[in-house]
Every structure is written in C-alpha cells, then in structure tokens.
C-alpha cells in the first residue's frame, strides 16, 4: 500500500487552497462570519476544502481574531494578514501570495497548486473545489476557474447615471463609451452594438464583450496597466491586450468608412467614441447581444458566467504572473442553482433561506455537530447499506490506550477478541476495511496480519492517508465509516460521512461524533459497531 508521508507510491503533489476572509466587510458587518445553514460562511468554505480529495493543506488568511479562531475550529491553518493587503482595495492575488509565501516558509515545502476560494459563495461544494485543482493537477491547465451556464440578454443604458466609485464604469452619451482605468470601453456602429462587460472581485478585472458572430475578452490585472478592446464591428474583429510596462495599447475598429483608434498609457483611462454621424440616440443597448436580432436560446452561443467560488493556478506560474488567469485557463461549469455571491444582507437572506435544500444533500459529516453526550440517539445508528468501507484507528480504539514496556523496551497492548469476531464479519460482509494509526509499532503491523487487515501505520496526516486510500480504493469519503477516539482523528472525522467515537474517547471527539459506541476502546467498541451493521448475531445479511 502507499504511504503519503514516507513517498511510497506515487508523490503527493501539494495543493494548497487560501480562503481570504477579511473582517472589515462593509455591505455586511462580520459577513464572513454569518451563519448560513447554522455554520460561519468562513467554516463552510473551510469544511468543501478540506473535504475536496485533491487539497492537501487549507489556509485562512485574515486580519481578524474571530475569523481567525472559527477558521482554527473548521480545521483550517490561520495566516495572520498585515494592514498592507487587508484594507478595502486590497486584492484577493496579494492575500494568497502572502499565505502561499507563510505557509511554505512554515512547512518547508512548496506549494505545487494554489486554489483562491471565496467564502462568500456558500454553496461552494466540494466537487467544484475538486474540479479546478483537478484541471491544473492532471488536466495539464496553467488556471482554471468555475463558472455556470448563463443564458440572458445583458443591457446597459447609455444615459443612465454610473456609480463614480465603481472601478469599472462607464459613462455612455452620445454613442461614446468611457471607461475607467484599466478597462477599455465600446463602440457602437452601424446598428451593431460594441460594450464590455467586466466583473471585480478584489482587484481582478475580466472583460468579455460579445457582438454578433464574434467575441473579444481581456484581462487587466489589478495594477498591472490598460487594456484598450475593440470588438467585432460587422467589417472585421480586432482584439488588443495590454501587459504592465507594455506601454499604450491601440484598437482599430472599422466604423463605416472610417475608423476609431484608442490608445492609452498604462495605467491611465481609455475611451472609444463612435463618429457624430454613426451615434444613436441614448438610452438601453445590448452588450452580449445586438437588440435588432433576438435569436432562439437554442441558436445562440452558450454564454458562461464565472461564479467566483473558486480558481486554481499553477504555483509557480502564480508567483511569475501574480494573477489568477495566465496560461490555459480551464473553465469547470457548476450547477447554475448553486450560483450565490453574498454581497449585502437581501444575499445573506436568500442564502439563509436556500440553506436546508441545498445543504440537505451534503454529507452527515458536513452538517453541524450536536453534542452526543457519550449517547447515540435512537434511530442514528449506521446500516451495512450506508457504508462501503470501515477505517479503523488502533490505539485507544482497538486498545485500551495503555502501553505495557518490559526491560528490554517492548511494548505490549491489550486487545479484546470480540474486536476480532467483529472485524472477521465485517471482512466476509464485502466491506472494504483499515486500520490507520499514528504510531509506527510492530504491533499494530503484528495485529493487521493476525486480523488479515491492510494497514497504514506511522501517518503524520491521517487525513491525506484516507483521502489517497480513497483514490485507490474507489470509494466516496461520505460512504466510509471511521472510528476513532482522540483528537488526531478529528481530521478524518470531517472528511467521512460516519464518523464514530468510542465510549473512552475525549470529549472533543464525543462531541463531533455522528455516532458513540457504549463500550470503551479495547472492551469490544469494534464488536459493538460490527453488530450495529450485521445486526447482533453478525449475520443478518445471510438471513
């Protein structure tokens, strides 16, 4: 069997997802803090990280000591954010340099992908964390992000009044369009409408602009200069992109009999007029389509919206470019329904709101604990039908937790021979089983062998152990039973969908347990799980 920490089978690759969460929200006090589904919207997107199989480690990086101590509590590693990049025109590029830079300085490892996830979106699932690390990891990607299927007709009104503090607007009278520093605006001519539309999430800018059978699209990265567009004007195409230091960027675009060149300094505002004699009167235009053609839904382009839940970059490629799209950008669509950023409290409300339909189908282990007691309730007991593989801690779990030493150092344990009529059962069953244990000991090889169990023994990161085992093993984390009974295995608690205590174990594993045996580890704990599967007999399935 592999063994992720010793490099036996395949290297693990590092994947390192940052989720900047900073506490001096505006639109909605402490929002990173909101419950939603009963969980801080910062613990959610801690829980889809953790539970994605390709992440290996999860940061939050924040200025805040609240955030800070529910994102400790999910399971996530905390990277306290300086005043430089935590004000409100920081961006979400300079939060996860830092984070990338501390961590690996901490762990002395590099980092190999970095994911940018946003706790905003709280109905990020795991599968589409999953999705844009898988894209640069084994899909060859140098980016990728998600997005969603997007079908409307995008207006602006020209004569319409513009936010002056949006750093992407622009002002439309006459038929000339400006835009803002760092996005170029659009032309209108001939009857065919020119516009781009951008979206800002924390510094990043991505312009697409649609017109008839064409498409233009341009990236300006926060403080890295202009980028001046002109889009398809019946004639031709013409797409121009500007990188920092590149200087003035120029777009042609052919209006008529004449032709409209913009070009700016980096860093300073651009604007596209149409000649006076090309203007249409102000008022609405369409910017992913020309209003004088409404064609079908089924004979248009498939439009995609990002989401801004989660991007994936190429570690290295990242720290050249310091920005989220570089390279081959891959795009991995998501469920449309899904799709929710929460930027004021009407988006805190429906998330609320949308919580128990959309939470409902998450796995046990994603829900939130509700302390046990050291008691099972009636009815929450596990089923051989809801579980393919049963992962088993050894200290503690299958002993008593003492140790004996003789003179010559070593080391003897107590096991319970129920625990071993239990496990034989729960083998003939078809169940997939394990032991996983922290402790490199030739006893707990010497019992696997003895129980004809594979093993994993000397794991530093239980939680990456499992996750590979799962890979190899063909089975959904959700459909795994893990027992365990000390803090270490708090880990693998979260990543399973029945996570079960023994009686002895600490509070803190009782109380995130979905499930408590009555026996201590080392008295029959294991007995007792294999009887609730097989039922008291151990045979139920042969009946």
Known sequence: MSHPEAGQGAPIRRVLAVIPARGGSKGVPAKNLAPVGGVPLVSRAVRECRAARLVTDVVVSTDDQ??????????AEVVLRPAAIAGDTATSEAAVLHAMDAHEAL???RVDTV?????????????????????????????ALTVAPFHGFVWRDAGGAVDSADPVHALAQGGAVAGAARVAGAA???????????????????APARVGEGAVAAT????????????????????????????????PAPIGDGAVTTSAPVGETVAVAA???????????????????RPRRQDRPQDLLETGAAYAMDAAGFRTHRHRFF??????????????????????????ALAPLFDADLPHSAHPRLPSGGQTPSGALPAHDDIDAVVLDFDGTQTDDRVLIDSDGREFVSVHRGDGLGIAALRRSGLKLLILSTEQNPVVAARARKLRLPVLHGIDRKDLALKQWCDEQGVAPERVLYVGNDVNDLPCFSLVGWPVAVASAHDAVRGAARA???????????????????GPSLDSLHK
């Open 327 to 352: 390279g081959r950008t891959d795009l991995v669509r998501t469920d449309p329904a899904r799709v929710l950023e929460i930027d004021d409290p009407h988006d805190l409300a429906r998330a609320r």
């Open 66 to 75: 609240a955030i800070a101590a529910a994102a400790r509590e999910a399971g």
């Open 115 to 143: 994911l940018l996830v946003q706790c905003t979106s709280p109905f990020l699932a795991r599968e589409d964390v999953d999705g844009v690390a898988r894209a640069v990891v084994e899909a060859g990607a140098d980016t």
């Open 188 to 206: 209108r001519a001939g009857g065919t409408a020119v516009a781009t539309s951008a979206r800002v999430r924390e510094g990043a800018v991505t």
């Open 220 to 251: 300006a990265p926060e403080g890295e200069g202009a980028v001046a567009i002109a889009a398809p004007v019946r004639d031709g195409a013409v797409t121009t992109s500007a990188l920092a230091g590149e200087g003035a960027v120029t777009a």
């Open 107 to 109: 762990h002395g490892a």
């Open 516 to 534: 408590v045996t009555t026996l201590p580890g080392g008295d029959g704990a294991i007995r007792e799980i294999a009887g609730w599967l097989l």
């Open 275 to 293: 000649p006076a004699a090309e203007t249409e009167a102000a008022g609405g235009y369409g910017v992913n389509h020309d209003k004088s053609f």
